[in-house]
């Protein structure tokens, strides 16, 4: 399975505050991409990583990525209430199919 | 931007009943999948088809068909829809690439069978 693994399961923080979510997997992959979910809306992609990056970076967002220990960070920078959601991560091997975990959620409180 | 439109966002149907959930995307792209996410177990992929008429089974497509007859439409069957089905659905599309490209979802159908 190429399902990406999620920790923790719920984050609360306030505003202003940065939040961090990491993702662990098991193969290898070609790269991972981070999703977010706003409550019962379908899922919008963030950020991709390909394996050859170390770390990337849109906006408030940083992705790291350490291949070696098969593991993925997504930090949010001063986070706000519409950063409430849930953060996805999914990894990419050869096929056409993507795997989701099930999730952090994130709350984010004024 | 890519626009991925699923029929329905609320559907109520009784146990039994042949259920259609349709999905249409607007940017040619040639992978679409179908999703159900559930509480506690994240979003499990139903089937998927990287072309037209062609399609492959994902994780859980028991109880489930698919049908793609054009390139922008994907279309989920219940053959007979039983309450373990009731679900929220998601439709997704994705470019040719097979390995890097992010996927574009719909709003879900959230379906509730009774």
């Known amino acids: 399975s190429q399902q990406g693994e999620e920790d923790p399961q719920a984050l609360s923080i306030q505003e202003g505050e940065n939040a961090t979510m990491n993702c662990s997997y098991k193969?290898?992959?070609?790269?991972l991409q981070w999703y977010r979910q706003n409550s019962g809306r379908g899922l919008v992609h963030l950020i991709l990583?390909?394996?050859?990056?170390r770390e990337k970076h849109s906006g408030r967002l940083r992705v790291t990525l350490d291949t070696s220990k098969k593991s993925s960070s997504l930090l949010i920078t001063a986070s706000r209430a519409a950063d409430t959601a849930s953060y996805f991560c999914?990894?990419?091997?050869?096929?056409?199919?993507?795997?989701f975990g099930k999730g952090t959620s994130l709350l984010v409180t004024p | 931007d890519v626009k991925v439109t699923q029929s329905s966002r609320y559907l109520v149907k009784r146990t039994g009943e042949k259920v259609f959930l349709e999905c249409v995307q607007d940017?040619?792209?040639?992978?679409m999948f179908w999703y159900r996410q559930d509480p506690g177990l994240g979003l499990r992929l139903i089937y998927f088809?990287?072309?037209?008429?062609?399609?492959e089974k994902g994780d859980i497509p028991e109880g489930y068909s698919v049908s793609r007859e054009k390139k922008e439409r994907f279309s989920l069957i219940l053959e007979s829809a039983s309450t373990n089905q009731t679900s929220m659905y998601l439709c997704?599309?994705?470019?040719?690439?097979?390995?890097?490209?992010?996927?574009?979802f719909g709003n879900g159908t959230r379906l509730t069978v009774t």
């Open positions: 990583i390909r394996s050859n990056e």
């Open positions: 088809s990287y072309d037209v008429k062609m399609k």
């Open positions: 999914v990894n990419s091997n050869s096929g056409y199919a993507l795997n």
């Open positions: 997704a599309s994705s470019s040719p690439s097979r390995n890097n490209s992010p996927l574009h």
């Open positions: 940017m040619d792209h040639e992978n």
């Open positions: 193969t290898s992959i070609n790269n």
